[in-house]
């Protein structure tokens, strides 16, 4: 309206001081400029955005303390690997055969291990290396790293557990359980727990306002219940099933008391995926119906994938392999993935596996049969939009499963693919940057998880403040049932 008003003034004014021509030229000119502004408005405002199938970033910030560790802890751990022998659980290992090179001694962060028992787990690396970066370099990272344990929402501890929990497996496997000296990864476990738990911060919260990266179900073994209170990174909750069990009531003994994981303070992240991503314009042929590689025997929950198997081995269009992605077996997993519409996810000794991921980098929809599978960044990522979930009812059906998937039409399948490629950046940890330090995408996976932790800053105060005010000697009981 401003612009019109201003617009008749200057008609006017020019009116009063030239000709009658001129005036026509110059309201014509003005009229014409008018109407190209608000054609090009009206064009930016009713041109529909791209589609998405993650939420947009918000704004926010998360303050961080690093709680300090002795470097033999973290970094001095990747050390301590790489001068190791190499992993008796695999005939090839890659960080340890000979001409292997991984980042230069001169880096004072090393590189992580590509043996991929190890890698999958990766997310305690990426996320310290976040943390490391100078703080004028991490604009894109929602958490601010602060130096001050009072002014900090939560209290990181930057133990590399998995990579502990791995090397001890990978030495001796028949040692791992045992809380002996022997037990290299018991003893960093106990050194962990005695310094956090002899803290200032920790004894404020009760450990409630710190986070732990626990990726590999076997991470902190021996003290999982001394760090229940605290903000647990898991890929899911597989790994506190024995212990959850043990703190059963008794009254439903197939019921499995979550006392200490839950969704309300704990958070699922994404395993680190061992394929390279594709992208929608490099995607080709899919003559393959249903894929799926890795181990036809599991337990627990996972006895589910030998039924599976002994029922799609002979079906026409599937491919069932045994065996893991790693060094001798990456190119036909990346083959088999890449030339398949769909790939089968079923539950194994977890409920998931980096299997999933390593399907989304490589645009084969997933067919998830777990029915107890937590997925990372629900509320942010509509996984219906790509992927396919199926009850182990049904899929145990003869024919039912192979069946339902020659079902869908092309034209939803290259649907699912499209929505899979606007979410592929959001599992990846890697930021490109030597030993890990550097900044991270905005939109990533680590980023994602400190948005995440955001999210349970309500809650954590929540229990901080119920805490305090009980009198002495008076415990809260766990009530926490939410799935």
């Not at 054609?39 to 041109?47: E, Q, V």
């Not at 690396?125 to 929402?153: C, H, N, P, Q």
Request: proline share 7%; hydrophobic share 35%; aromatic share 8%.
């Amino acid at each position: 309206m401003r612009l019109l008003k201003n617009t008749t003034t200057n008609h006017k004014l020019t009116s009063s001081s030239s000709s009658s021509s001129k005036c026509s030229i110059s309201s014509l000119f003005l009229t014409i400029c008018l109407l190209l502004t608000l054609s090009i408005t009206l064009f930016i405002l009713l041109t529909p955005t791209p589609q998405s199938n993650s939420l947009p970033i918000p704004k926010m910030t998360l303050k961080v303390f690093v709680f300090e560790l002795p470097r033999s802890l973290n970094y001095g751990l990747l050390d301590q690997y790489w001068s190791s022998k190499p992993d008796s659980r695999i005939p090839n290992d890659p960080d340890h055969e000979s001409g292997t090179t991984h980042l230069p001694k001169t880096l004072a962060f090393g590189g992580y291990p590509e043996n991929p028992l190890i890698k999958q787990y990766s997310a305690e690396y990426w996320i310290l290396g976040d943390l490391m970066t100078d703080e004028e370099l991490r604009t894109g990272s929602v958490a601010k790293r602060v130096f001050d344990v009072r002014e900090a929402d939560v209290v990181f501890v930057p133990f590399f557990a998995t990579l502990s929990a791995e090397m001890q497996l990978g030495l001796d496997r028949g040692m791992f359980r045992k809380k002996v000296p022997g037990n290299g990864d018991y003893v960093r476990q106990r050194e962990v727990v005695d310094l956090v738990m002899k803290s200032e911060a920790w004894m404020r919260s009760g450990g409630r306002d710190h986070v732990f990266v626990l990726t590999d179900p076997v991470a902190m073994w021996h003290v999982k219940n001394e760090i229940a209170p605290a903000v647990l990174l898991v890929v899911d909750f597989g790994g506190w099933q024995r212990l959850d069990s043990k703190s059963s009531n008794g009254t439903s003994p197939e019921r499995i008391q979550h006392t200490q994981v839950s969704l309300l303070k704990d958070v699922i992240v994404p395993y680190t995926h061992l394929l390279p991503r594709l992208d929608l314009s490099e995607n080709k042929a899919r003559p393959t119906l249903l894929y799926f590689k890795g181990a036809k025997h599991r337990n627990g929950g996972g006895m589910i994938r030998e039924k599976l198997w002994d029922l799609l081995v002979d079906e026409p269009g599937v491919i069932m392999e045994e065996g893991f992605p790693n060094a001798t077996g990456k190119e036909q997993s990346m083959k088999g993935m890449r030339t398949s519409q769909f790939c089968l996810h079923p539950a194994g000794d977890t409920p998931t596996s980096c299997r999933l991921f390593d399907a989304i980098q490589s645009l084969c929809i997933p067919v998830i049969i777990s029915d107890h599978i937590e997925l990372p960044f629900e509320g942010m990522i509509d996984y219906l939009g790509f992927s396919v979930f199926v009850s182990v009812n049904d899929a145990l059906q003869p024919k039912w499963l192979a069946n339902h998937l020659r079902s869908f039409l092309e034209n939803q399948k290259e649907e699912y693919r499209r929505k899979m490629a606007r979410v592929q950046h959001v599992f990846q940890y890697d930021n490109g940057h030597p030993g890990g330090i550097g900044p991270v995408p905005s939109d990533g996976a680590v980023n994602r998880i400190w948005m995440k932790v955001h999210q349970k800053l309500p809650m954590i105060k929540e229990s901080i403040l119920r805490d305090r005010r009980k009198p002495p000697g008076v415990s809260i009981p766990l009530r926490c049932q939410c799935t």
